[in-house]
């Protein structure tokens, strides 16, 4: 890794059309909103440019993101959000449309899919596994989701990859760590459906119809956010008030095009 990473100009984003922002750990950690996120989004707009927020958190409904962004002070609404759950229904849909779905996940990520039209049954029932973020997560999910791979050769898919989430105190076990931990008791691995996979880019720009020369993605991840940029071709810009260190950079093969510590240096 060069200096270069660090000194590029970032001139070319004011000629974006769409930024795709990550939320925990690159707007807010927890509770707290960072102090230039406002100014940023204004920023944004100012540069008559739209952004949308993309989170491979699916345990919370789009409702609750936009409760969290109103106690911010941040008014929103649900064309602004896109997230793993969204992502997922769409895959389900048009890989598995007939599946019986045995799902580990929050109510609010349930109700989602059934919303949709996902078919959701108990483990006896099931041929499609689908593991998510789960916050109400309970022995006995791990019980039946392990038995279920075990006795059955059937798809396995999860919402995310991500190893933890940005809690107030730090972080928490995240889709990640679940999928590894069930990994090691029936030796079978997930295809991972949200971020680093580039559906959830592709999807969006092609949505507003916006080139992806014009887009960028933010985040605080390299392994989700920044690989997600990478695998769709768009620009990337790592800020390091969440996940990744410097010292993650320097051993990572998914490089952004830009880092900055935050993103109150991209107020220019």
Known sequence: MTLDIFNRSLDIIKTKKLFLLDQDGTLYNGSALFPQTKDFLNYIKGLGARYIFITNNSSQSVASYMQRMNAFGIKTSANDFFTSTEAT???????????????VGTTSFLEALKKEGIQLV???EADCALLAYDRELTYQ???????????????YLATNPDWVCPIDFGYIPDCGSFAFMIEKATGKKPYFIGKPQPDMIEI?????????????VI????????????NAKV??????SGEASLDDLKESS???TWVVNSIGELIT
Not at 89 to 103: D, E, G, N, R, T
Not at 141 to 155: G, M
Not at 207 to 216: A, F, G
Not at 235 to 240: A, E
């Open 219 to 230: 985040g605080d991840r390299l392994y989700t956010d920044i690989q997600s940029a990478i």
């Open 235 to 240: 620009d990337s810009i790592l800020v390091l």
């Open 89 to 103: 229904i769409i895959f389900l849909k048009k890989h598995y449309p007939k599946a019986k779905v045995f799902a």
């Open 141 to 155: 999910k791990l019980i039946d989701l392990c038995e279920l791979l075990s006795t059955k050769d059937i798809p």
């Open 122 to 124: 108990s483990s006896v």
């Open 204 to 216: 969006i720009a092609n949505k507003y119809q916006i080139q992806k020369k014009d887009v960028v």
């Open 254 to 256: 998914s490089q952004p």
